[in-house]
């Protein structure tokens, strides 16, 4: 063999070589986005008397199982990020096309910071235990408190009914007055 036909060899070699790596590499990635894909088809923010919650599910859109899920929401107002809070799911094991329920309630302290939107973050595992996660966009916050209310925070902290300015409203005004 010739320097030359050595030479030409060794290039087709390196070429197909090559090829095959990126091809490998972009076939594989492909495969990922398919495998791990979790959505939020629905939530909602609630808030109904001093309960505040948000309710929603997670879509496993992907091709793979994921185990060990968790979600957690960031809250927000105009001072930045004022806490978070985990939720809990009906199941932790979501298989591919299933759905799992998901209930996230506010500790006090991040409502009393009168939140005005949040974002979730979802964690989960593949069947080998390795790690994922992803951010996902919330929602706004709508100050439905009603008008009455608004300077009710200053007195916040007794839970014991409101004293003297909130003793009227703990009869039957606010179960319909909203009209929520």
């Known amino acids: ?21 990126n091809l490998h590499s972009d076939a594989f990635s492909q495969e990922n986005k398919k ?10 923010y609630n808030s109904i008397g001093f309960a505040n919650e948000i309710v929603g599910e997670i879509l496993n859109n992907g091709t793979d199982t994921a185990k060990s899920v968790e979600i ?23 298989n591919s096309g299933d759905r ?40 706004e916050i709508a100050d439905d408190s009603g008008g009455d209310d608004s300077g009710g925070d200053d007195s916040g902290g007794d ?11 703990s009869g039957g005004d606010d179960s319909g007055g909203d009209g929520n």
């Open 1 to 21: 063999m010739s320097i030359n036909e050595i030479f030409g060899l060794s290039f087709v070699m390196i070429t197909i070589l090559v090829l095959g790596i």
């Open 35 to 44: 495998k791990y894909d979790m959505v939020l088809p629905s939530q909602n």
């Open 72 to 94: 957690s929401a960031v809250f927000y107002n105009d001072s930045g990020i004022i806490g978070s809070e985990k939720g809990r799911l009906d199941h932790t094991t979501i």
């Open 100 to 139: 799992s329920v998901f209930t996230i309630q506010p500790e006090v302290e991040i409502i009393n910071n009168n939140p005005e939107s949040y974002e979730f973050t979802i964690k989960w595992k593949d069947v080998n235990s390795i790690d994922y996660f992803a951010s996902l966009t919330g929602g």
């Open 159 to 169: 839970d014991s009914g409101g004293d003297d300015s909130g003793g009227d409203d």
